[in-house]
């Protein structure tokens, strides 16, 4: 909006120098894809923007023997170009794909999605559902993590203080993993999901040995569903799962009315995505 | 509210302007002259505005002018520019298979299609499709334009590797 100021960060140090008082009308802002608007409408108070946008101290991806960290200034369409990322990251990988337009992930960053704490940001069911963490800096307390799900609070709040960077986010190895992603949208590009899902799971022969399911759009943030996760766990790939697991769905996720879905079909797509995903788990561990 | 003096790097010239605080840099471009960027949605989803930032597509009312300083900012205007006679070969494919009809997304679609052919973009159908998706057009029902995508691609010349 024309009006506020922008600083242009440096260095990671300037940012966090100047995000210091802890002044919650300064924000950090990166590709600023989805904060040039909500500025615009009034839904963000700011009067100074700390531009984090192109720090290469921010933007990496790197390979680890325990998993992958990638600077949260990284653009989406880096780490979807990451071959080393796509092979072990499907799921991920197809959220990417579906995320907006060419445009948008050119400049989106992956702490952007994060941050933005919407309750259909399309990367972060895929990041609940490995067991990703970020890493947060701050002038006063230097470093701290979160698991991803611990970031969101709310509609568009989240754990981060005003004076703290997200950073860093570190992914777990989940190669061996089973992984699905779905997202229901009006059209296949440029669209907020009505729901998306995430699943991996953990396999020992045809057992599920640990499940981390997450859902988006059906709550005020982005949902790591533990009841399903419980009714997973322990389990076999049998098609009698898929048949139990629409029960604990319909019991555990509790969307509202919207302009982009109805409760009831935000539900159903819901359970669709959840039985979709295990079908396919059963299939490939077949195969 | 206040100004402020900005320097960008536009189609490989520095131009200056004096903007107020907060200015998108598809306002900027505008405002130094540089009409080709359309300002279609104003909210990222059609792409009339995209440029070339640092040699990747962004939607100009997505970008602050001042996080453009220093960065190489393409614009429609720009593209043809290392060819002879100053249109890149899809510019001129366009105008052949005629993907021009009202024109509004036409520079959005240039600068996409322009950069997809010149980064060795797959020619599936599904890959263009997929290379245009941040463009909205609603006169060509698009298969006109990725006729112009095919064609211009026909006359690249053979890759030397």
């Known amino acids: 909006m024309a009006g506020v100021e922008i600083d242009v960060a440096t260095s990671l140090e300037h940012a966090l120098e100047l995000l210091a008082p802890a002044d919650p009308l300064v924000r950090p802002v990166a590709g600023a894809t989805d904060v040039v608007l909500r500025l615009h409408v009034g839904k963000l108070k700011a009067q100074r923007l700390i531009s984090i946008a192109d720090l290469p101290e921010l933007s990496y991806v790197k390979a680890e023997p325990e998993g992958f960290r990638f600077g949260a200034g990284t653009p989406l369409s880096d780490l979807l170009a990451n071959a080393a990322f796509r092979a072990e990251y499907p799921s991920a990988v197809e959220a990417l794909r579906q995320f907006a337009s060419p445009q948008i992930r050119n400049r989106a960053t992956v702490g952007g999605n994060i941050v933005n704490a919407s309750p259909a940001a399309d990367m972060v069911p895929p990041l609940i559902s490995y067991g990703a963490w970020v890493r947060l800096r701050s002038q006063m307390d230097g470093v701290r993590a979160l698991p991803v799900e611990d970031v969101f609070q709310g509609f568009g709040k989240t754990a981060i203080r005003a004076d703290e960077l997200v950073t860093e986010v570190f992914v777990p190895r989940r190669k061996r993993c089973f992984q699905a992603y779905a997202k229901f949208g009006s059209r296949s590009a440029n669209v907020i999901a009505v729901i998306n899902m995430a699943m991996c799971l953990k396999l020992d022969g045809d057992t599920i040995a640990e499940a981390r399911v997450a859902y988006g759009s059906v709550a005020p943030k982005p949902y790591r569903a533990l009841r399903v996760e419980d009714a997973l766990t322990g389990r076999r790939l049998e098609a009698q799962l898929a048949a139990d697991v629409e029960a604990v769905v319909r019991e555990e996720i509790q969307p509202i009315d919207d302009v982009r879905g109805s409760k009831r079909y935000k539900l159903r797509l819901a359970i669709h995505a959840t039985q979709d995903a295990l079908t396919h788990a059963a299939a490939e561990v077949r195969a | ?161």
């Open chain 2, 1 to 161: 509210v206040s100004h402020e003096e900005l320097t960008l790097q536009i189609n490989g010239q520095p131009r200056t302007g004096v903007f107020p605080k907060g200015t998108r840099l598809l306002d900027a471009l505008r405002r130094l002259g540089y009409t080709g960027t359309k300002e279609g949605c104003g909210e990222g989803e059609c792409g009339a505005c995209t440029l070339l930032l640092d040699g990747r597509t962004v939607n100009s009312c997505l970008v602050y002018a001042k996080q453009a300083v220093g960065r190489a900012v393409v614009t429609v205007e720009g593209v043809g520019a290392r060819f002879a006679d100053g249109l890149h070969p899809f510019q001129k494919a366009m105008v052949e298979t005629g993907g021009v009809q009202c024109g509004f997304c036409t520079p959005g679609m240039i600068v996409s299609g322009c950069d997809w052919l010149d980064k060795g973009g797959s020619l599936e159908d599904a890959d263009i499709r997929e290379a245009l998706s941040g463009n909205l057009c609603r006169c060509t029902g698009y298969s006109k334009i990725l006729d112009a995508v095919r064609l211009a691609a026909s006359r690249r010349p053979p890759d030397p590797r």
